[in-house]
């Protein structure tokens, strides 16, 4: 089975410009989640989506960030524009069910984002 | 906001040895889940224990929960150069659909 896919792995910007992650999940996952993780912390989930509708989007800053996912497969994240305090590394996951927390969540391995 | 919060935030111990980790939490729970991570296999799913579980087992893994301590452990027997990463608790708070992270604790095996 193969597991979730992120691209690109590395990303440098300079503040002000923007940015798009794309995540694939495992094939049939209902749930996808996007995570947030600063050095030195754990991940913090910025938008969580089951099929293709928010769940929880609470702690994703909406001036600036915006999430999809068409058809209910692939998602992508955007940041627009950058501030230095984004950087950090973007994990997506997804989960076979519904009920997020509830269940184990399978991770994809990061985007890494620098803002210069 | 930070449900879970890890304890101690960095161990190192000699290869072999046992390591113990634990994990405080606030509101109750429906389950509690331990993860690691490290730059080799990014974040990795290792056991779910559910609030009405009090101990759980996967290899060289226990997990105890005690439910009236709002608290959790994760220990690692005979532990290996491999087990090298950071270990994250999250809780999923009941009727909630998401996890909380905690900050970690990030474990050393010296050979």
């Known amino acids: 089975e193969a597991g979730v896919a992120q691209s690109p792995r590395y990303k440098i910007i300079e503040k002000r410009q923007s940015v798009a992650f794309w995540c694939n999940p495992i094939?049939?996952?209902?749930?996808l989640y996007w995570y947030q993780q600063i050095l030195g912390q754990g991940p913090k989930l910025l938008i969580q989506?089951?099929?293709?509708?928010?769940?929880?989007d609470s702690q994703l800053p909406k001036d600036r960030f915006s999430a999809e996912r068409l058809k209910g497969v692939d998602s992508t994240l955007k940041i627009q524009p950058a501030k230095l305090e984004d950087s950090a590394v973007y994990l997506c996951?997804?989960?076979?069910?519904?009920?997020?927390?509830?269940?184990?969540?399978?991770f994809g391995p990061g985007t890494r984002l620098t803002v210069t | 906001s930070q449900q879970g919060e890890e304890d101690p935030q960095a161990l190192s111990i000699q290869e072999g040895e046992n390591a113990t980790m634990n994990c405080s939490y606030k509101?109750?729970?429906?389950?509690l889940q331990w993860y690691r991570q490290n730059s080799g296999r990014g974040l990795v799913h290792l056991i779910l224990?559910?609030?009405?579980?009090r101990e759980k087992h996967s290899g060289r893994l226990r997990v105890t929960l005690d439910t009236s301590k709002k608290s959790s452990s994760l220990l690692i027997t005979a532990s290996r150069a491999a087990d090298t990463a950071s270990y994250f608790c999250?809780?999923?708070?009941?009727?909630?659909?998401?996890?909380?992270f905690g900050q970690g604790t990030r474990l050393t095996i010296n050979p």
């Open positions: 996951a997804s989960s076979p069910l519904a009920g997020g927390g509830y269940y184990e969540q399978y």
């Open positions: 094939s049939g996952h209902a749930t």
């Open positions: 989506f089951q099929n293709n509708g928010v769940v929880d």
């Open positions: 509101t109750s729970i429906n389950n």
């Open positions: 224990i559910r609030s009405n579980e």
């Open positions: 999250a809780t999923a708070t009941i009727g909630a659909q998401k996890l909380v």
